[in-house]
C-alpha cells in the first residue's frame, strides 16, 4: 500500500517514520557523517534505498539485492579492480584489496557506514582510468544533489621507487580528489611489496593503512591540523624553551625557522610524526629539509616524544612572520608514518603516543 503516492510502500516508510515524526520525503538523504560536522547523506535519495541495488559477495561470486538503510548509515559501493595476479606480485593473496577494506577502513568507520562490493558492470566502469557512472543513474532523482559513485580502486604507477638502489621514497597512494566523485583512487602495487619491506611492515597491514588513508580522503577528510594558533617567538635564548604552539625564525638566516615537532624511534632512527605544511608563514615556499636540535648534553632525541627541528625552506621567508600549520596525527585513518596501530599490530621499539 501507498497512501502517501510517492512510490514508496507505507510498510517500508514505516520503519523509518520515527525521524521526523512522518514518513521521509522521497528525496531525503541525511543519514550522519563520521561526526557532526561531517557532510551528511550518502548521495541516494529515500526512494534509491528503498528501490534497492544489485551488488556482489566479497569474493565476486555471486550477485546480490538490498534495499539501503536511508537513516541510520551512509551506504557505500566499492569496486575492486586489483587481480590476482597484482597482488601477486605484491606478496599478497588473492581478493587482496577487499581483504585490506574489510580490515581497517570497514570497522573504523562501521558506526556511519555500510560497506558492498559491486562489479564492473554494477558499477558503471567501462575501462581502466575511466570514470564511474553513478549507480543510481536511471532514478528520477540523479540530480546534483544525488549522485551516488562506488568508490573505485586501482593499480596505478606512482612516484616511488622502493626496490631502487638506493630506494626513493613517494606516494603510493593517491586518491586524486576530495570527494567520492567515481575517479579512483591509485595505489601503487610494484612499489606496495618493497615499501612495506623498508618500514618492515607487513604488505597485507600497509595496503591496509592505504586503503583507509586514501578512502578517507574521497570522504573529504584531511590529515588533522594541531589545534590552535602556532606563533612566531622572537628568537629566544634557547629554542628547547620553544612549546608546541610556537616557532622561531632563524637569526641571521632567512630561510630557516625552528619548531618543536612529535617524533618516535622506529627501526632505530627516528620518525617525525608531525608535518609542516608550506601554508602561512611558508606560503608558496617549500621545505628542502628537517634537522633535529637535541636539548644540550644529548647526541640525538631518541627516546623523545618531541623534539626541536630546524626546517629549512627553498626560498626566504617571504613577509611578516605569521601563523605556522602544523599537520598532527591522531590514530586514526589519517595517520601517515608506520606507528600504525588501527588493526592491532604493534612494533615492540615503537613508543607510544605522547599523551597532548
Not at 561526526?35 to 541495488?53: C, I, K, L
Request: charge should be negative.
Amino acid at each position: 500500500m501507498d497512501q502517501d503516492c510517492d512510490g514508496i510502500a507505507d510498510s517500508w516508510e514505516d520503519q523509518y517514520s520515527t525521524v521526523n515524526g512522518a514518513h521521509l520525503p522521497p528525496d531525503w538523504d541525511q543519514e550522519p557523517g563520521f561526526d557532526s560536522t561531517a557532510p551528511t547523506g550518502d548521495g541516494f535519495s529515500v526512494y534509491d534505498e528503498y528501490r534497492g541495488f544489485h551488488y556482489v559477495t566479497d569474493d565476486d561470486s555471486t550477485v546480490a539485492w538490498s534495499d539501503t538503510d536511508p537513516v541510520g548509515k551512509q551506504d557505500v559501493f566499492f569496486l575492486d579492480l586489483i587481480g590476482t595476479q597484482t597482488c601477486g606480485a605484491a606478496g599478497l593473496q588473492p581478493n587482496c584489496l577487499t581483504s585490506a577494506l574489510r580490515s581497517i577502513l570497514a570497522p573504523q568507520t562501521s558506526s556511519f557506514v555500510v560497506y558492498r562490493r559491486v562489479n564492473s558492470d554494477q558499477s558503471g566502469h567501462t575501462h581502466a582510468h575511466d570514470r564511474l557512472g553513478l549507480l543510481n543513474f536511471n532514478s528520477p532523482y540523479a540530480t546534483a544533489q544525488f549522485r551516488g559513485y562506488a568508490l573505485f580502486y586501482e593499480d596505478h604507477r606512482l612516484g616511488a621507487a622502493c626496490n631502487a638502489t638506493p630506494p626513493k621514497g613517494g606516494p603510493v597512494g593517491n586518491a586524486i580528489t576530495f570527494t567520492n566523485d567515481g575517479t579512483a583512487t591509485q595505489i601503487d602495487f610494484s612499489q606496495l611489496g618493497a615499501c612495506a619491506a623498508l618500514k618492515q611492515f607487513p604488505a597485507s597491514v600497509y595496503l591496509a593503512q592505504i586503503v583507509a588513508h586514501e578512502t578517507g580522503h574521497k570522504f573529504n577528510l584531511h590529515h588533522p591540523l594541531r589545534p590552535g594558533p602556532i606563533l612566531p617567538l622572537d628568537q629566544p635564548a634557547n629554542v628547547q624553551s620553544l612549546s608546541l604552539q610556537q616557532y622561531s625564525v632563524a637569526e641571521r638566516r632567512d630561510n630557516q625557522l625552528f619548531v618543536r615537532l612529535d617524533r618516535y624511534d622506529y627501526l632505530g632512527g627516528t620518525e617525525i610524526s608531525d608535518d609542516v605544511l608550506p601554508l602561512g608563514a611558508l606560503a608558496g615556499n617549500s621545505i628542502t629539509g628537517k634537522t633535529e636540535v637535541p636539548p644540550k648534553g644529548l647526541a640525538n632525541c631518541l627516546g623523545l616524544p618531541d623534539c626541536i627541528y630546524r626546517v629549512t625552506t627553498r626560498n626566504a621567508l617571504a613577509g611578516p612572520a605569521t601563523n605556522l600549520l602544523i599537520e598532527d596525527q591522531l590514530q586514526h585513518i589519517m595517520d601517515w608514518t608506520p606507528r600504525w596501530t588501527l588493526q592491532g599490530y604493534r612494533r615492540v621499539d615503537v613508543l607510544s603516543w605522547p599523551a597532548r
